[in-house]
C-alpha cells in the first residue's frame, strides 16, 4: 500500500525495533508464493526504546548490529516501520481527480487534517475509489514527521543497515494480515498488536484501514503494576501474565486491565457506527508479544461479542525448513506479525 520509496529486490528483510525486543523477518520472493527464509529474534535490555521513542540509540543499534552478526544476516538492505503518535493515518474526502492531480493538491488538503507542521511532515496518500464515477473521492492520507523517519534511517545506519523504505506499520500489519487471513479482508476487521509499550487497534473496512488507535496497555506496564501494586518480583509477574499462578485475585487483576484494550476496540467500533461506514467489527484478530497475556483472548471475545483468533505470521506464508525452529515458530507466529509484514513489501 503506502511506502516511503522502494526499489525491486528478490529477498526482502523486515526489521522491527520494538520497546522489548528486535525482530528480523527474510522474506524470499523468488517464488511465486513468499517463503520465509530466515527469523531472528532478540531481546532490548532496560528502557532503550519507552513508548515509541529511541532514548539510547548507541545501545539498539549495536543490538540490531549483533543480531545480524549472530544470526549470519549477509543481507543489509531492510524495511522499516513508523508508528505511534507522530503518525496520522486518515480517510479523506476530495473532489474527484486523476492521481497526477491529487499530488499536486494532497499537502493542501493534509493541512486541515493534519495537527503537525507541514513543513516537518512526509506526505502520502492513495485514492481507495479510482474507478468510482461520484463528483468526490475517498482518500487514504498519511502523514509522518519528517523528524521520525530521519531518527528510524540514522539509527539503522548506525547498525550498518540499509533502510530501503519506510513502510507504516499499521499498513505492514495489514499486509501480513491479508496475505495469511484474505477472508479478513470482507467486512469490518480489528486487528489489535499488543506490544510492551502500546497496544494498537488497527480498523479495515473490505481491506481499507479506516482507523487506527494506540493504547495505553503493554506487557511493561503490567509487570510494573504487578509489583507495585500486588508486591510481586519481576519474575513472579512475568509467571502472572503467562497464567501460571494460582493465585485468583492476580487473575482478576489481569482481567480487570485486559477491559481496557475491550474498551478500546469498542470506541472503535462506537465511531464506525457513527460515521458513514455504518458498521460493526466482524471479527478481531490479535497479535503482538502480548497475545499471551493469560485469558486476555477469552475476555474480548466475550466482552466484544465476536469471533476472536490469534493471529500467526505463518498460516499462509511458507516457511523454509530451517529458517526457525517448529517449535519457536508457534510461540513467535503472532509477535513476528509486523516483522513478516515489512518483508512482504516488495516493488510491483
Not at 550498518?160 to 476487521?189: K, Q
Request: with cysteine; net charge negative; proline share 3%.
Amino acid at each position: 500500500m503506502l511506502r516511503f520509496g522502494f526499489g525491486r529486490r528478490k529477498t526482502t528483510v523486515g526489521l522491527d525495533v520494538g520497546s522489548g525486543f528486535i525482530k528480523a523477518a527474510v522474506i524470499d520472493h523468488s517464488k511465486d508464493i513468499p517463503q520465509l527464509a530466515k527469523v531472528a529474534v532478540s531481546p532490548l535490555e532496560g528502557d532503550a526504546i519507552v513508548d515509541g521513542d529511541i532514548v539510547d540509540p548507541g545501545l539498539v543499534a549495536d543490538a540490531i548490529s549483533s543480531m545480524f552478526e549472530r544470526e549470519k544476516i549477509d543481507q543489509r538492505d531492510v524495511v522499516i516501520g513508523v508508528g505511534g503518535r507522530d503518525v496520522i493515518i486518515k480517510l479523506i474526502k476530495m473532489d474527484r481527480m486523476d492521481e497526477e492531480e491529487a499530488r499536486e493538491v494532497i499537502p493542501w488538503e493534509a493541512e486541515q487534517h493534519v495537527p503537525f507542521d507541514m513543513d516537518n511532515v512526509q506526505l502520502d496518500f492513495e485514492i481507495t475509489d479510482p474507478d468510482g464515477d461520484g463528483l468526490q473521492m475517498t482518500v487514504l492520507l498519511v502523514a509522518a514527521k519528517r523528524e521520525l523517519i530521519e531518527t528510524r534511517i540514522s539509527l539503522l545506519q548506525q547498525a550498518g543497515l540499509n533502510p530501503t523504505a519506510v513502510d507504516v506499520e499499521a499498513f505492514a500489519l495489514h499486509n501480513a494480515l491479508e496475505v495469511n487471513y484474505p477472508s479478513a479482508m470482507e467486512g469490518v476487521t480489528a486487528l489489535v498488536s499488543i506490544g510492551n509499550d502500546t497496544t494498537t487497534v488497527n480498523v479495515l473496512d473490505d481491506g481499507v484501514p479506516v482507523l487506527t488507535r494506540d493504547l495505553s496497555f503493554g506487557t511493561r506496564g503490567l509487570i510494573l503494576d504487578l509489583q507495585r501494586e500486588r508486591s510481586l518480583t519481576a519474575e513472579q509477574a512475568q509467571a502472572a501474565l503467562r497464567g501460571e499462578s494460582g493465585d485468583a485475585s492476580l487473575r482478576e487483576f489481569l482481567a480487570e486491565r485486559a477491559q481496557e484494550v475491550a474498551r478500546g476496540v469498542e470506541r472503535a467500533a462506537a465511531f464506525l457506527e457513527t460515521d458513514e461506514i455504518g458498521l460493526g467489527v466482524a471479527r478481531l484478530y490479535l497479535c503482538g508479544g502480548g497475545v499471551g497475556i493469560a485469558g486476555l483472548s477469552e475476555i474480548l471475545a466475550e466482552r466484544l461479542g465476536v469471533e476472536t483468533h490469534i493471529a500467526s505470521a505463518f498460516e499462509r506464508v511458507q516457511v523454509k525448513a530451517d529458517a526457525i525452529d517448529f517449535l519457536e515458530l508457534q510461540e513467535m507466529a503472532p509477535m513476528l506479525m509486523l516483522s513478516v509484514g515489512l518483508g512482504l513489501r516488495k516493488a510491483a
